[in-house]
């Protein structure tokens, strides 16, 4: 079992549809960050937590220390915002990544 | 200012040569941390340096090294390519050591291809 899973793999939506993803971790963690990867690799951090909720735009993370669980929400979505999300769990002065999700918003 | 680059963008090596990649962090980062992305999965750990000292280490042979120097630009090292080690290479620099509870920037990544 990875000690950080993400649900789910992939995922599809609507333009204007509210997007959750979810994350899980098995290890203590000092924080948790939530990253977007467009195609071509590079890489932009979105969120790093280690309690509560934080807000971006439409883009929101929330972090349950207790239930070692995380979600982003994407509040009315756009197309742009297709692209691989991942967490990840920083651990023992290291990050382990979750192994993303796809998400793709159509028109 | 510069984001994190990252040099070469491509590159396409044969089984058993050697390659170095390249990576200069944000102005006035100090904490240079490198992973490994294979095509379909997340980045796996490979070092981190702060301060020109390695400070933590994934699990990796020792076909890789790497090192930092006085202006915190850091290189990836890896010998004796196998076809395995195709992969996006990623950098990330954070201003300070215990990096990981600090913001990642992250580089556009070297992605190696092995032949």
């Known amino acids: 079992k990875n000690e950080v899973e993400q649900s789910p793999q992939n995922l599809t939506a609507q333009e204007g549809e509210f997007i959750t993803i979810n994350c899980s971790y098995s290890?203590?963690?000092?924080?948790l960050h939530w990253l977007q990867q467009h195609p071509g690799g590079g890489i932009v951090s979105l969120f790093m937590?280690?309690?509560g909720k934080k807000k971006h735009g439409r883009l929101i993370a929330t972090i349950n220390i207790q239930e070692k669980h995380s979600s982003l929400h994407i509040t009315a979505s756009h197309p742009r915002d297709s692209a691989v999300y991942i967490c990840a769990a920083s651990s023992g002065g290291k990050l382990i990544f979750g192994t993303g999700t796809r998400l793709q918003v159509f028109p | 200012d510069a984001g994190v680059t990252q040099s070469p963008t491509h590159l396409i090596k044969t089984r058993g040569q050697q390659v170095t990649l390249r990576c200069s962090p944000i102005s006035g980062h100090k904490s240079v941390s490198w992973y490994q992305q294979v095509l379909g999965q997340g980045p796996q750990f490979i070092f981190q340096y702060y301060e020109k000292e390695e400070r933590g280490r994934g699990n990796f042979p020792d076909r890789f090294s790497a090192r930092q120097f006085p202006n915190y630009s850091s290189e990836l090292n890896v010998n004796a390519l196998l076809l395995g080690d195709s992969a996006l290479y990623l950098c990330a620099s954070s201003f300070r050591q215990g990096a990981t509870t600090y913001e990642q920037y992250f580089g556009p990544g070297t992605r190696l291809t092995v032949t």
């Open positions: 290890v203590g963690i000092s924080a």
């Open positions: 937590l280690s309690s």
